[in-house]
């Protein structure tokens, strides 16, 4: 496409207000020149969007970035195509049933994170399994055991059977570095049909069943206001002895006490990329719980997955642009919308 | 095959010297009943094969363990068809020479640790990528850092080059585990010719290719005559700068002081399962070397890996007992059996 | 669910105008025992939708089929939630915008061809690189010739390079029975972005590049006021000598005359399950032409398709009875849905 | 390694008697300078080797070829490393004694053709599953019928279930070209234990299973001494009404009257690529039986597959010049060298 690559004085207009984020965070200046190129870039105020003013709203064809809008703001912006949430939480601060009306879509990018919490994800499985902290330090102490000796509770992930609960992007990233360990895979996911999965190449499973026949299981569900605290002590006791649970989603889902005690009674082992409070008192019981592998909310957080942010955003503005669906970021359901619950994160 | 059912008075006869392993280590009670259901079971001192009298000597089709064997002790044994090595490091013990002219197959089992070995080096490369041992020691301390400020150093393993050097059994195992990772793999393995790495989907390479060209590097050859030491300070400073070094068969393919020092300089990290004295001096500097990860000769020593062990033992002696070639076990090699220099284990 | 094992009296309203299909042909027995135990089906005339009368259409929640509706019906039906278009292509006959502004899912089923379509366009190609047709022709004359004399212009597809033009359902399902042949396929669909043809395993490319640089071409593109008749005679001679031209969506994306005078000239193979007629002229010079495999638009058309239709819907209606977005069938988008002209089948 | 850029005085000396393959045939042209190149290449009549003369014999390292030998002959070539049989059907035209009792390794190439067979297995059974020649003829002729009404006996090779008897280099080609349909595969090989089967992802079954359980079946075992027409009446009898017989290694381990009457009757559809007699006489039932696909012997005699030959020669001669054990070829087994019982073919 030659015409983009020289800056047009008529460019689409772009309102930026991708806070938390940064567009520096999210593009890298390559990606970040192409913007430019490609677009007329106002930055705003993510509290006042209203305030940018007619010439601005009246030809504004993309938001980067999740700020309050209101229904008046919306009616003053009649060429919006997408908002598109960098942040990717959806925050209840537009009037959705007028978004969805317009066919405005309502984009969000937490897609980028499905590949590096994969890996930590099987990371953790793969830890859990060998107890390769607790080696390294006993190892640094002088203690170590060698060869079978500290092998009394490890085990393979090959040849396991591995529950996943939810099934979105995340699911499947966890599904594909799983690929090579001839695992039995079940997945729980109410908001799927069987046959879905089935096409995956898992094996759709009530709730009742991947916590009752795991040795590996991956939470990887959004909080919704169907499942906030849903997996509790009842739960946990269903669970195999000896199981591994890996909570890589949102720690609403999970009551986080009961995981704690059946963690501490030797009932199954536990990892968690995610906790009630971030960050977590210092005195919590969490931080010295043997048994439990801790990672601070860093499973997604790495650069590269920021950059392939800016990309995505980048791509779909560029089908929307050839009045094409977007096709890269995740869409806004209209259904579920009023749902989600996560709550976004403050910190990148 | 209903005749294998109830105990035969004609049983083949097993020498059973399977030292430093035990038949109850490498058989799970089920197998060891069809072991003496089928053969007749003769316990040997295996530092005293031939006392075991003509009447024994004569008869034994397999010798399970790897006794040391003299001509004259082979010579008295003329119906004898394996030597089936269940430690897996072949000890220059008997005529070789001798063995393979009369067709005896020499037959090692270290195949069943593949597996459980590139589990682990899958966690070490994971866990080298993404700090988790530290980051985990750190959050018992409260000094953790939270989401992208903990992920400063952190890389993926998705999309990145992977270099293997040695592609036996556990060479292929690890380009299993690695297969959802969408990696770029090189391999180096100078008895294998290009094309059967070509079919098992890598790329062949050169040991400088694969030490100037990979994000993570696996080592998995075994001690020679020909490769001692061959990786030493010209090799690791060839390496990316922040690449990981992953050692999974012997120490003694490493100079291990040149390790070291690659590593306290910052250059690359590193992950070792094997460590030149086994167990390692409580003084040695490797034990508290940041950017290394130990592991106390863990990696392939599970119960379930021994009792497969058993398991390939009696899937090839079936195939023997019908006048069929072993396609189990591997077969030792008339041209490299001289070659290998890996010491033995004495613990499991 | 055992709310679901008995008839209820507040069935869901399900209008049934399934034509040219008929709700045997797309519910297995047990499907349509389901069907009807979940919901008041209402078998309806297509062409009056609007006689139903307002007792029925104020209830409807979902309309199987794709009859006309005009703007006064759809008012007159304010609980619909979704047009489950069993037919698969879409016919612009109803007033789209209001449909995508109330958010009523227009979905279409066609995804059940995509498994059937491939294994017959993968059959095609390998028939084409071995000549297997004329061969078996010719052993049924007498004329065959043996081995390597029969081979002359035979080709592998495995380690070949492959183009596929569209990637939609068919082209994945096209990839996925591709997938053991360690081919290099290149795919060229304007309407995704690289980073998703990256994600599925593929090479994104130009239309030039997948017609200069193939020796398999699929062609499994939806015509659309874009792109018909964009396949003619300079792309054809833009294609390698010898390579397979294989059409599998629909005639009209096509120049049929050209391509007829490629195969004709020697330049190129082809195959086709689709014609600019069908049926076809008994005198139409496709008919004899060497170098030519002719199916008669029976790619997708078996009965297990047909069969699945049936599931998605009954699958996909009950996650809307749910609240829940439909995540089986494929959504007509409000940007795209005007560009379709596929043309509707007639038979089945 | 620079050294093997110039021709060297001190050459390997290596007698080619490649009948009834040619150099040309097996080598390209920059193989076949490579291969002078490195070696010193005498030209032997097949029938004569002995009258090569002493200082020939006493030199040669390799034979590529399969000529008689006698013990006497043998004897005079006492630097013999190898015969590379570029036929790779195994004659009984030397002491397999002497030479497996020296450490001689015979090695065959015949895995060349395990690609292009396999992809013609694959073929054949899309073919039979869809009915794709017998369509092409009626389209030619004018009675072709449209949709659905030509796909009454149509069905899916996804899914499906397949059965594979003999996992070879064929065998396990063809479960390769397999992996993309989701279908569950049975073997059953009585030469290779459980666990190898399960290792490569297929399931190990008896013969009565894969007859009694697969909608398609594939035939790639080898003759042998104990299965020569081991496949008759009574096995097609116990085969799915319906099923497809696929045979693409020898004729001899079919009953093919059985298998004619099998066909002619309805049963199970099949095809073949070899026969009883090779080129078959004129008036043959199988010639003209429906239901049935012809392939003359075709299906592995790709130049392509011959070029290979020479590649992996090459590639273990290399090998076993640095004292290493050949890795390319197979090797044949001292077990198994006289039960084999293929005919070698006589053309290319």
């Known amino acids: 496409m030659p015409e983009t690559d020289r800056p047009r004085t008529d460019r689409p207009l772009v309102i930026s207000a991708p806070a938390p984020r940064t567009l520096d965070l999210i593009f890298t200046p390559d990606a970040l020149e192409r913007l430019h190129r490609r677009y007329r870039v106002i930055e705003a105020d993510p509290e006042n969007i209203a305030g940018l003013g007619s010439a601005v709203l009246s030809e504004a064809r993309y938001i980067v970035g999740q700020p309050p809008l209101s229904a008046d703001t919306l009616e003053r912006m009649p060429r919006l195509r997408a908002v598109l949430n ?29 590949e590096p919490v994969a890996e930590m994800g099987l990371a953790m499985a793969l830890n859990l399994a060998r107890g ?14 060698w060869g079978g000796e500290g092998n009394k509770s490890a085990r393979l992930l090959s040849g396991s059977e591995i529950g996943i609960i939810g099934f979105g992007d995340l699911g499947k990233a966890l599904n594909r570095v799983l690929s090579g360990f001839r695992a039995k ?11 879905v999965l089935l096409d995956a190449g898992v094996e759709p499973a009530s709730l009742e069943t991947v916590l009752a026949e795991s040795d590996f299981l991956f939470v990887v569900a959004a909080v919704t206001s169907d499942n906030e605290g849903f997996l509790g002590a009842k739960a946990f006791a269903a669970m195999r002895p000896g199981a591994a649970f890996i909570l890589l989603s949102r720690a609403g889902v999970v009551d986080f006490d009961a995981l704690i005690a059946a963690v501490e009674s030797g009932h199954i082992r536990a990892a968690s990329d995610v906790f009630p409070e971030e960050p977590l008192p210092l005195g919590h ?25 800016g990309e995505m955003v980048l791509e779909d503005m560029e089908l929307m642009d050839r009045s094409l669906p977007p096709m890269r970021c995740k869409r806004a359901e209209r259904e579920t919308v009023a749902r989600m619950r996560s709550k976004p994160v403050t910190v990148n």
């Open 86 to 114: 960098v942040e990717s939480n959806l925050i209840d601060n537009m009037p959705y049933d007028v978004v969805f009306r317009r066919g405005i879509h309502v984009l969000t990018t937490g897609q980028v994170f499905a």
């Open 132 to 145: 390769i902290v607790d080696a390294d330090v006993d190892f640094r102490e002088g203690r170590e055991r």
């Open 185 to 195: 895979i079940r997945v729980h996911d109410p908001w799927l049909p069987a046959s």
């Open 285 to 309: 019981p969490v931080r010295r719980l043997p048994g439990f592998l801790r990672s601070a909310h860093r499973a997604g957080a790495l650069d590269i997955a920021f950059k392939r942010m």
